[in-house]
């Protein structure tokens, strides 16, 4: 007999061939001056970002705007490791991931994301921070 626990995990390809649960948050008060986090409770599966302003642009990354947000001691801004969207779009992405930034270049916006999320523990996802592309 096996003492072997099969579990979800990142490696896990079932974790990500199922319909995933559903996430769903937004902010009016997106702005330049702090990044605003979106935190998922399990690992997502795909992520879809909606710029709802009628005028200003939004940046979207996966790590926050500047050095030393949120605990990250490299930032987004550094080398431009964002996504530009415009007033009235929307992006989506197939990635996994713990959580997103997202923050103006100038200016007040609102955003809404959805999310799917695995099975998969936020605690098994591991951090971004200084990876090549993302915050560095």
Request: glycine share 10%; hydrophobic share 35%; with cysteine.
């Amino acid at each position: 007999m096996s003492n072997f626990y099969y579990t979800a995990g990142l490696h896990n390809v079932g974790s990500y061939q199922v319909a995933g649960r559903p996430y769903l948050s937004g902010s009016t008060g997106i702005n330049a001056s702090t990044s605003e986090r979106f935190v998922f409770p399990q690992v997502s599966k795909s992520i879809l970002v909606k710029n709802t302003d009628s005028s200003t642009a939004i940046r979207v990354g996966f790590a926050p705007r500047a050095d030393g947000e949120h605990g990250y001691t490299h930032g987004a801004n550094d080398n431009a490791n964002y996504f530009i969207l415009n007033a009235g779009k929307e992006i989506a992405f197939n990635v996994k991931c713990k959580e997103i930034f997202i923050w103006t270049g100038s200016g007040t916006s609102a955003a809404q994301v959805y999310a799917e999320l695995t099975e998969i523990p936020d605690q098994r996802m591991f951090t971004l921070d200084g990876v090549v592309g993302v915050a560095s």
